[in-house]
């Protein structure tokens, strides 16, 4: 299954560090090399503002949101309702499932949740 994601302090990086460990299976991709993605993909973003989807991502769907079966997103609790929510918001938009919200650059639990919930999605595909 491939990965794309979108990281802007690098939280999001060592998430996807950490899951291509685990699961050396998935390839990935960053968002920032312009792909064109022409494969089924799970995106995995940052949430920026308030609660807001970075532009970096908004560029990318526009190009590739046929392809786009699962999203997940990070961010931090201290922004309460807006945590994630850029996850929240491309799921709705594109109408796929948000798998995981994870804070910062995810726990070992978060990895493992993320990592089961794609082989899941990559098993039914």
Known sequence: MLIAYDSLTGNVKRFITKVSKDSPSLRVVDIK???IINEKFVLVTYTIGFGNVPETTEKFL???HKNLIAVASSGN???GSNFGK???IISK???VPLIIKFELSG???D???FTQ???GIDNNS
């Open 33 to 35: 090399d312009n792909p």
């Open 62 to 64: 526009n190009e590739n």
């Open 77 to 79: 609790l201290v922004w």
């Open 86 to 88: 850029s996850g929240d």
């Open 93 to 95: 938009q594109y109408g």
């Open 107 to 109: 726990t070992t639990k």
């Open 111 to 113: 990895v493992e949740k």
């Open 117 to 119: 919930e794609v082989i």
